[in-house]
């Protein structure tokens, strides 16, 4: 694999309008520019997050790996190692490490509220069975 292009952050911050919209996601720099007027969410969402980091936004909504893989095409480099600091500390950790429970599927995601909500119709039966006795 062919080492990307480091980006400064300053070059980042330039393209930040619907002409040229770059974005930083695990501090790897997304030219998403083609990409405004197709995305689902509309491009108003992209253009909140163009010109910076949007890591922690892109997963609060936790896209699918089709949409993950999608992303491919618009990489055009990585942030600047002396620039990763510059960023929240809550989104600079990596390359999304701390992400890849959503990405390994999404069954966790219901199965702790199913076994939550079955133990609460048990004790639901019990305490609802013994006030009848």
Known sequence: MAELRQIPLTEVE????NTGSWIIIHNKVYDVTKFLEEHP???EVLL?????DGSESFEDVGH?????DMMEQYLIGELRKE???KLSPTT???NGENYSYMEKGSWSSWLV???ISLGVAFV???????TKN
Do not use: H, L, M
């Open 14 to 17: 330039k393209n930040n309008c």
């Open 41 to 43: 969410g509309g491009e």
């Open 48 to 52: 909140e997050q163009s010109g910076g």
């Open 64 to 68: 699918s790996t089709d949409a993950r």
């Open 83 to 85: 620039d990763i600091s």
């Open 92 to 94: 600079a950790k990596g």
């Open 113 to 115: 509220p199913a076994i």
């Open 124 to 130: 639901y039966r019990y305490y609802t069975s013994s």
